[in-house]
T-cell receptor
């Protein structure tokens, strides 16, 4: 079963700062997910990527399959970016699997 | 597109009662639905994988007789928590994989159901 490590667990930054959240996993995968969870609990899927880099607005996700590592970056951070960011990978690496989740990074952006 | 709904969003029940949670894919057909739960301050954990027309596959440590899953159609899966106890209080969330996107590993998440058992 895949194991996921995220860092940092908590991050407080000032508005405008560049944010990086890291994720490492133990078993080779078909794709990795970055998710956002707000205080009410709802989950929003930000990215699913299997190689290289993806960008959506101020969010950028990168993955290095060989090193089993991914990063989520937020440029020009804003208080509305405050949320828990979660990395998730397939349980056994395959695409048909349910997901194993990291413990999440609790991000607070102060104005 | 790719919207998943859950009902109810919040439920409070007495110990010993059963609670049914519905997960629907609103604008796509889902070959597979997954059920997860999240205890306070913990990460989401996979409970079971539900395939339309077949029995669900449960993760180790999840009691199949307590958490009944029915995936009766390509747009609906239900999770019934039977004889609920306070330790079952949790946030339950489903996700769905799209039939039309077979080969895509993308999962679409429902908004979740917060269960409180008194």
């Amino acid at each position: 079963k895949n194991e996921v490590e995220q860092s940092p667990q908590n991050l407080t930054a000032q508005e405008g700062e560049f944010i990086t959240i890291n994720c490492s996993y133990s078993v080779g995968i078909s794709a990795l997910h970055w998710l956002q969870q707000h205080p009410g609990g709802g989950i929003v899927s930000l990215f699913m990527l299997s190689s290289g880099k993806k960008k959506h607005g101020r969010l950028i996700a990168t993955i290095n399959i060989q090193e089993k590592h991914s990063s989520l970056h937020i440029t020009a951070s804003h208080p509305r970016d405050s949320a828990v960011y979660i990395c998730a990978v397939p349980n056994s690496g395959g695409g048909a699997d349910g997901l194993t989740f990291g413990k999440g990074t609790h991000l607070i952006i102060q104005p | 597109g790719a919207v998943v709904s859950q009902h109810p969003s919040r439920v409070i029940c007495k110990s010993g009662t059963s609670v049914k949670i519905e997960c629907r894919s609103l604008d796509f057909q889902a070959t597979t639905m997954f059920w997860y739960r999240q205890f306070p301050k913990q990460s989401l954990m996979l409970m079971a994988t539900s395939n339309e027309g077949s029995k669900a596959t449960y993760e180790q440590g999840v009691e199949k007789d307590k958490f009944l899953i029915n995936h009766a159609s390509l747009t609906l899966s239900t999770l019934t928590v039977t004889s609920a106890h306070p330790e079952d209080s949790s946030f339950y969330i489903c996700s769905a994989r799209s039939l039309s996107r077979t080969g895509s590993n993308e999962q679409f998440f429902g908004p979740g159901t917060r269960l409180t058992v008194l």
